[in-house]
C-alpha cells in the first residue's frame, strides 16, 4: 500500500534525534511486546508479512508520532482480533480486571 | 496447529530463525548485469516495492536466490516464491538530475516487481 | 518476572500502556497462547546477550585474518556463523565494505529491518521517520548531521533492506593498529560503524 510507513525520500520529517547509547528496551512493557510478537509470530498464528503490513496499516498521524513499540503493540493486538485469536471484548475485560487489583492496592 | 513457544525453546528458535527461502529451483528471469524496470505497481496491500524505485531503471547486481514473495504471504499466507534480486540505482535515476552522482543505491526486488528495461538509455 | 531493576517508578501509577500490555500478556499467557518464561528469555536474550558486539568481533576477525575476510565477502552467513553468531533477522547476512572510496550506509525505509544476529535490536533513531526518509534523499546531509566528514569525491552507497537480506558494514580499520589483538581492535568498532551512521574510533582517543 502508498501507506504513510513508505518514507523513502519524504521530506521535513525532523531531526535525527541520534543518541550514542540507549537501553535496548526504554520501559519493560516494550521487551513484554517485542517478546510477545516473537512468540506468536512464525509459530502458526502470523507470519513476518502480516506483521508488517498490520503496522503500515496504522493511522498515519499515529504512525508518526507514537513511540516505536506502540507500532508493534498495535500491529499486535490488530492481528490478535482479525485472526480471532482474542476479541476486543476480552482484552477490555482484562483490563478493567487489573485496573480494579491496581485500584485496591 | 500453532505451537507455544516455550522458555527452552527460545535459544534454539532465535538462533535458527524463520528464513523466507523456498528450496526450489525456479528459473530466473533476469541476470546479473541485465537493466531493469520497477514496475509502477500502486498495490493496496502489502509490497515490498518501495515507492522512489517504481518506474526507475536499474542494473541487476546479484540474484540472492528464491524467496515467497510477501504481497502474497500477507494476504492468506501464499508463498509465491521467487527470485530476489539485488539492483542498484543511480542517484540521477531515483531524484533527479540535481541529486550528487556519486551517490548510489541498493535495494532488494522481488522478480514480480521489475521488468527488462532496454539497453538504450530511457 | 525477572529480578532487574524496573525503570519505572513504583510510586507512580502505571500508565495506561504499561496497563494495556500487561492486560494483554495476561490473556495470551492464560490462553496458552504465549509462556511467560518464554517471554523473559527472549528479553533477557536481546538486553544481555545479543548485540553489537557479536558484529564487532566479526570486524575485528576480518581485519587481522584475510582468510576470513574472504570467506566473509563469498558467503556472509557463514562466515559470521563460524564465529557462533546465526539466525533471526540474520537468515541471510551480507556484509559490505567500506574503502578509501566507498562509504556504506544501512536503513529500513519501509520499517525497521537490521542484522539482529550481529548488531542486536537497532537504536530508536534508525527505526524513525527522519532516518529512513532522509538516509536515501540526502545521506550526505545525514551523515553531516551526525557529525561525520565524508570526503565529496567518495562514493556514498545507500543499501535499503526491502528484502529479507540483512546488511552490516566491515568499517576500515583505523591506522595505528599494527599488531593489536582481536579484543584490542574491538573497543574501536562502535555500533554506528557497522551501520555506516558513524566510524570507528581511533586508537588515540580510545586510550
Known amino acids: ?105 | 496447529m500453532p505451537i507455544v513457544l516455550t522458555s527452552d525453546m527460545v535459544a534454539g528458535a532465535l538462533k535458527t530463525g524463520h528464513s523466507t527461502r523456498v528450496d526450489v529451483a525456479i528459473e530466473p528471469r533476469f541476470k546479473v548485469g541485465q537493466r531493469v524496470r520497477a514496475k509502477n505497481l500502486q498495490p493496496l496491500g502489502h509490497t515490498r516495492l518501495v515507492r522512489y524505485v517504481r518506474g526507475r531503471v536499474g542494473i541487476v547486481e546479484t540474484d540472492y536466490g528464491v524467496f515467497t514473495l510477501p504481497d502474497t504471504m500477507a494476504h492468506g499466507n501464499i508463498p509465491t516464491p521467487q527470485h530476489v534480486y539485488r539492483v542498484s540505482f543511480t542517484s540521477h535515476e531515483l531524484w533527479g538530475p540535481a541529486a550528487d552522482p556519486k551517490n548510489s543505491y541498493r535495494v532488494g526486488l522481488w522478480e514480480d516487481y521489475l521488468d527488462p528495461a532496454s539497453d538504450m538509455a530511457p | ?207
Not at chain 1, 531531526?15 to 537501553?23: A, Q, R, V, Y
Not at chain 3, 566479526?58 to 539466525?87: C, H, M, N, Q
Not at chain 3, 541471510?92 to 520499517?111: G, R
Request: hydrophobic fraction near 40%; charge should be negative; proline fraction near 6%.
Open chain 3, 1 to 207: 518476572m525477572t529480578s532487574h531493576e524496573h525503570d519505572h517508578d513504583h510510586t507512580k501509577p502505571p500508565s495506561q500502556l504499561e496497563l494495556r500490555v500487561k492486560a494483554l500478556e495476561s490473556l495470551l499467557v492464560e490462553r496458552k497462547i504465549v509462556e511467560a518464561a518464554a517471554l523473559d528469555a527472549i528479553v533477557d536474550a536481546y538486553e544481555n546477550k545479543i548485540g553489537p558486539r557479536n558484529g564487532a568481533a566479526v570486524v575485528a576477525r576480518a581485519w587481522v585474518d584475510p582468510d576470513y575476510k574472504v570467506r566473509l565477502f563469498a558467503d556472509s552467513t557463514a562466515a559470521i556463523a563460524e564465529l557462533g553468531f546465526s539466525g533471526l533477522q540474520g537468515e541471510d547476512l551480507a556484509v559490505v565494505e567500506n574503502t578509501p572510496a566507498v562509504h556504506n550506509m544501512i536503513v529500513c525505509t519501509l520499517c525497521s529491518c537490521y542484522p539482529w544476529p550481529t548488531l542486536g535490536l537497532p537504536p530508536s533513531w534508525y527505526k524513525a521517520a527522519p532516518y529512513r526518509s532522509r538516509v536515501v534523499i540526502d545521506p550526505r546531509g545525514v551523515l553531516k548531521e551526525l557529525g561525520l566528514d565524508v570526503p565529496a569525491d567518495k562514493e556514498v552507497r545507500v543499501w535499503d533492506s526491502t528484502a529479507e537480506v540483512r546488511y552490516m558494514v566491515l568499517p576500515e580499520r583505523p591506522s595505528g593498529t599494527d599488531g593489536w589483538t582481536e579484543a584490542q581492535l574491538m573497543e574501536l568498532i562502535t555500533r554506528d560503524s557497522m551501520i555506516g551512521a558513524g566510524l570507528t574510533k581511533s586508537p588515540v582517543k580510545a586510550q
Open chain 1, 1 to 105: 500500500m502508498n501507506g504513510i510507513h513508505d518514507l523513502g525520500g519524504m521530506h521535513g520529517l525532523g531531526k535525527i534525534l541520534h543518541t550514542p547509547d540507549e537501553p535496548v528496551f526504554r520501559s519493560e512493557w516494550e521487551g513484554r511486546v517485542f517478546a510477545m510478537l516473537l512468540s506468536v509470530n512464525g509459530v502458526g498464528h502470523v507470519n513476518t508479512d502480516e506483521f508488517r503490513h498490520s503496522m503500515e496499516r496504522m493511522e498515519p498521524a499515529q504512525y508518526l508520532s507514537v513511540s516505536y513499540y506502540e507500532h508493534w503493540l498495535h500491529g499486535l493486538e490488530t492481528l490478535l482480533y482479525e485472526k480471532g485469536i482474542i476479541a476486543v471484548a476480552d482484552l477490555d475485560a482484562k483490563l478493567a480486571q487489573i485496573k480494579g487489583n491496581d485500584a485496591c492496592q
